[in-house]
């Protein structure tokens, strides 16, 4: 627990001092004068589609209520009262399982103030809220307000280059109704979490199979059902203990739901930044030894020690020190199952939301057992005995760690343009790590804490043919004209232009692309084609999904090929610098300035200023007149794809 905490504490570091971007909010003022003492400050928001601003009468233990507050050593002034609000609507959350009250798109709060001093000229006042759509942001920003005009951004300027490259970045959008059409796939964000709570559901199960946890099943189902003589009692008494083991593996994601400066680019601050990254795969490689048996992840003897006797207390309150106790004691094994989905979801879209989902299920896993057996102790004479196969079960999850990791690494190697893990040798290095994989599954090779193999049994050497299958399956991933794409795995290895042989392009599948949106849009005006502009990212798994297995279609192929001009915008290139005299200081709508001194740097922005979006992948088909052709477009299946830009097209020729 001691790594793991660590964890938590350097990621919580990390996040509260990570660059923030554009928020998916923007605030502005307006000042209207009642007497001569009165005014009212009336606060106007606009909000990004399918996020929600939580109203100041939000209901206690849901999100956080809205908060119009007087800025710290201010006098001469005083709030009258809760502000007014316009136009709130109520929603129902599953996460807090009570009815909200919120604005979406818009927001009019308006606060009327009195002075005390008939001399102030201006007051300060700071806004707090949270808006939330899968992730929740906190937006804390300071207001300056002159009571005779507009809000004062604190004497910000910027310089006559930054205006201008300011300037250039807006474009003059037709059609940007169709901006708000965007699918932003609620059934989509569903389906993610859900996916995550599967994985961490399945990380549970592997976790049963492993010595830390395996041996407590009988033993503390046992204790339940016969430490009273009320079975009924004790039979609940297991449950509620297998409650509780969900609960703490719940409890663990909480701290990331109040990290500061979360913002709408968070996937990419943190999927991207290399040195996060790097120490993934430093964990995730420690984790795989310590799984092989080299060393063991152990808590300090007093916690468990402690937590064991507190759990004699009885009722409830021992019980749950009960379920403390197994997490602490079965650290050694869960610890790296448990980091490596930490690590997983971070740097998935959704943060700790689906951190929270995965851990669920990881609790869910190990909870049922303990439930189950105790609804039917008859099943526990149907258990496998302990023994050496517990042991191999954790050096197999060792190896599979293993892999996991150089995921990570690759992250880093891509956006630090490094050209060390190229596609080629991040296969081979699974493919090595399946070969030695399968030599132990096969007893050729032995760990420390290994038994004698004296006969392979059925499942080994069946595990072992499905280890050959997938080293065969991978193998023509290391060709420079590989027979199949490996599809299966999209989104794990590095896209298949980021390769050791000579590539045509350094775009998808060799088709032509412009990394630049001038250029671009100079050559669709040339050609008279529609833009298809591809904001994408090195480290989007979603955007090597769709590249390998939507864009690979014949027919779609052929589209993007012949009939646009394909722009792809890498929004977290934020190692490759731009030209010095492209560098600038951009002062956004909230008063707050923000350095573009990056690629995705530039691009990040462009997407948010010109289309209200921070998520990748994102598609959007333009004239070279900047018209609007459809509703944007983001993750989906070939017909969807397909669909799209046909009507994009056939609308493009209408005009």
Same mark, same amino acid.
């Given at each position: 627990?001691?790594?793991?905490?660590?964890?938590?504490?350097?990621?919580?570091? $990390?996040?509260?001092?990570?660059?923030?971007?554009?928020?998916?909010?923007?605030?502005?003022?307006?000042?209207?004068?009642?007497?001569?003492?009165?005014?009212?400050?009336?606060?106007?928001?606009?909000?990004?589609?399918?996020?929600?601003?939580?109203?100041?009468?939000?209901?206690?233990?849901?999100?956080?209520?809205?908060?119009?507050?007087?800025?710290?050593?201010?006098?001469?002034?005083?709030?009258?009262?809760?502000?007014? #609000? #316009?136009?709130?609507?109520?929603?129902?959350?599953?996460?807090?399982?009570?009815?909200?009250?919120?604005?979406?798109?818009?927001?009019?709060?308006?606060?009327?103030?009195?002075?005390?001093?008939?001399?102030?000229?201006?007051?300060?006042?700071?806004?707090?809220?949270?808006?939330?759509?899968?992730?929740?942001?906190?937006?804390?920003?300071?207001?300056?307000?002159?009571?005779?005009?507009?809000?004062?951004?604190?004497?910000?300027?910027?310089?006559?280059?930054?205006?201008?490259?300011?300037?250039?970045?807006?474009?003059?959008?037709?059609?940007?109704?169709?901006?708000?059409?965007?699918?932003?796939?609620?059934?989509?964000?569903?389906?993610?979490?859900?996916?995550? $709570?599967?994985?961490?559901?399945?990380?549970?199960?592997?976790?049963?199979?492993?010595?830390?946890?395996?041996?407590?099943?009988?033993?503390?189902?046992?204790?339940?059902?016969?430490?009273?003589?009320?079975?009924?009692?004790?039979?609940?008494?297991?449950?509620?203990?297998?409650?509780?083991?969900?609960?703490?593996?719940?409890?663990?994601?909480?701290?990331?739901?109040?990290?500061?400066?979360?913002?709408?680019?968070?996937?990419?601050?943190?999927?991207?930044?290399?040195?996060?990254?790097?120490?993934?795969?430093?964990?995730?490689?420690?984790?795989?030894?310590?799984?092989?048996?080299?060393?063991?992840?152990?808590?300090?003897?007093?916690?468990?020690?402690?937590?064991?006797?507190?759990?004699?207390?009885?009722?409830?309150?021992?019980?749950? $020190?009960?379920?403390?106790?197994?997490?602490?004691?079965?650290?050694?094994?869960?610890?790296?199952?448990?980091?490596?989905?930490?690590?997983?979801?971070?740097?998935?879209?959704?943060?700790?939301?689906?951190?929270?989902?995965?851990?669920?299920?990881?609790?869910?896993?190990?909870?049922?057992?303990?439930?189950?057996?105790?609804?039917?102790?008859?099943?526990?004479?149907?258990?496998?005995?302990?023994?050496?196969?517990?042991?191999?079960?954790?050096?197999?999850?060792?190896?599979? #760690?293993?892999?996991?990791?150089?995921?990570?690494?690759?992250?880093?190697?891509?956006?630090?343009?490094?050209?060390?893990?190229?596609?080629?040798? $991040?296969?081979?290095?699974?493919?090595?790590?399946?070969?030695?994989?399968?030599?132990?599954?096969?007893?050729?090779?032995?760990?420390?804490?290994?038994?004698?193999?004296?006969?392979?049994?059925?499942?080994?050497?069946?595990?072992?043919?499905?280890?050959?299958?997938?080293?065969?399956?991978?193998?023509?991933?290391?060709?420079?004209?590989?027979?199949?794409?490996?599809?299966?795995?999209?989104?794990?290895?590095?896209?298949?232009?980021?390769?050791?042989?000579?590539?045509?392009?350094?775009?998808?599948?060799?088709?032509?692309?412009?990394?630049?949106?001038?250029?671009?849009?100079?050559?669709?005006?040339?050609?008279?084609?529609?833009?298809?502009?591809?904001?994408?990212?090195?480290?989007?798994?979603?955007?090597?999904?769709?590249?390998?297995?939507?864009?690979?279609?014949?027919?779609?192929?052929?589209?993007?090929?012949?009939?646009?001009?394909?722009?792809?915008?890498?929004?977290?290139?934020?190692?490759?610098?731009?030209?010095?005299?492209?560098?600038?200081?951009?002062?956004?709508?909230?008063?707050?300035?923000?350095?573009?001194?990056?690629?995705?740097?530039?691009?990040?922005?462009?997407?948010?200023?010109?289309?209200?979006?921070?998520?990748?992948?994102?598609?959007?088909?333009?004239?070279?007149?900047? #018209?609007?052709?459809?509703?944007?477009?983001?993750?989906?299946?070939?017909?969807?794809?397909?669909?799209?830009?046909?009507?994009?097209?056939?609308?493009?020729?209408?005009?």
């Amino acid at each position: 627990m001691k790594q793991f905490l660590y964890i938590l504490s350097f990621l919580s570091v $990390f996040l509260s001092k990570a660059q923030t971007a554009d928020n998916p909010i923007v605030i502005s003022t307006e000042v209207q004068k009642i007497s001569e003492t009165e005014y009212d400050i009336v606060f106007k928001a606009q909000l990004f589609k399918g996020w929600y601003l939580y109203s100041q009468y939000n209901p206690d233990g849901a999100s956080l209520p809205l908060e119009i507050t007087i800025q710290e050593g201010e006098t001469g002034y005083e709030l009258v009262g809760k502000a007014k #609000e #316009e136009t709130t609507f109520k929603k129902y959350s599953d996460v807090w399982e009570k009815e909200e009250i919120v604005f979406k798109e818009t927001a009019k709060i308006t606060q009327r103030i009195q002075l005390t001093n008939e001399k102030i000229t201006q007051i300060k006042l700071n806004f707090f809220g949270q808006v939330c759509e899968t992730a929740c942001i906190n937006v804390d920003e300071n207001f300056t307000i002159s009571l005779t005009g507009n809000a004062i951004s604190e004497s910000i300027s910027i310089d006559e280059k930054s205006k201008k490259l300011s300037q250039e970045l807006q474009l003059d959008l037709k059609n940007t109704e169709l901006l708000g059409l965007s699918d932003s796939s609620t059934s989509e964000k569903s389906s993610g979490l859900l996916s995550i $709570f599967l994985l961490g559901f399945v990380g549970g199960l592997l976790a049963l199979l492993t010595p830390c946890v395996f041996p407590m099943i009988p033993l503390t189902v046992s204790f339940f059902t016969k430490q009273s003589k009320n079975k009924r009692k004790g039979i609940l008494n297991a449950i509620i203990y297998g409650f509780f083991i969900i609960l703490i593996y719940m409890l663990l994601s909480t701290p990331f739901h109040f990290l500061d400066n979360i913002n709408p680019e968070i996937l990419n601050t943190i999927s991207t930044n290399i040195w996060l990254n790097i120490f993934f795969f430093a964990i995730l490689v420690f984790f795989a030894f310590s799984f092989f048996g080299f060393y063991e992840i152990t808590l300090p003897n007093s916690w468990g020690d402690k937590m064991d006797s507190a759990s004699s207390v009885g009722g409830f309150i021992g019980i749950f $020190f009960m379920a403390l106790t197994l997490a602490i004691v079965s650290f050694s094994c869960t610890g790296p199952i448990l980091g490596s989905l930490l690590a997983g979801s971070l740097t998935s879209d959704g943060g700790a939301t689906q951190l929270t989902a995965g851990m669920t299920g990881f609790g869910l896993a190990l909870a049922l057992p303990f439930a189950l057996f105790a609804l039917f102790p008859n099943w526990l004479n149907s258990l496998p005995k302990s023994g050496g196969w517990l042991n191999t079960t954790k050096v197999i999850l060792g190896f599979i #760690e293993l892999a996991f990791a150089f995921k990570f690494l690759s992250n880093a190697d891509l956006v630090g343009h490094w050209g060390i893990l190229k596609r080629e040798i $991040f296969i081979g290095i699974w493919i090595l790590i399946c070969i030695l994989l399968a030599l132990y599954v096969f007893a050729k090779i032995k760990f420390p804490h290994d038994s004698p193999v004296k006969k392979l049994s059925f499942s080994r050497i069946s595990f072992g043919i499905l280890l050959i299958a997938f080293v065969v399956y991978l193998l023509p991933g290391v060709l420079k004209n590989p027979s199949w794409n490996l599809s299966l795995l999209s989104g794990f290895p590095p896209p298949q232009f980021y390769s050791i042989y000579e590539q045509e392009t350094d775009c998808p599948l060799g088709l032509d692309c412009y990394k630049d949106f001038d250029q671009g849009l100079a050559v669709a005006k040339l050609q008279n084609k529609p833009i298809l502009l591809d904001f994408t990212g090195w480290a989007c798994v979603n955007c090597r999904k769709m590249e390998e297995n939507v864009w690979s279609d014949p027919k779609i192929y052929q589209i993007l090929k012949n009939e646009v001009i394909l722009i792809s915008l890498y929004v977290d290139d934020n190692e490759k610098q731009l030209p010095k005299d492209q560098q600038f200081t951009l002062l956004k709508a909230n008063g707050k300035t923000k350095e573009i001194k990056t690629v995705g740097d530039k691009w990040a922005t462009f997407q948010v200023i010109n289309f209200k979006n921070a998520s990748q992948p994102y598609y959007v088909l333009m004239t070279p007149n900047l #018209e609007i052709l459809n509703s944007p477009q983001q993750y989906s299946d070939i017909g969807t794809y397909q669909k799209w830009l046909e009507t994009g097209l056939k609308r493009f020729q209408e005009n």
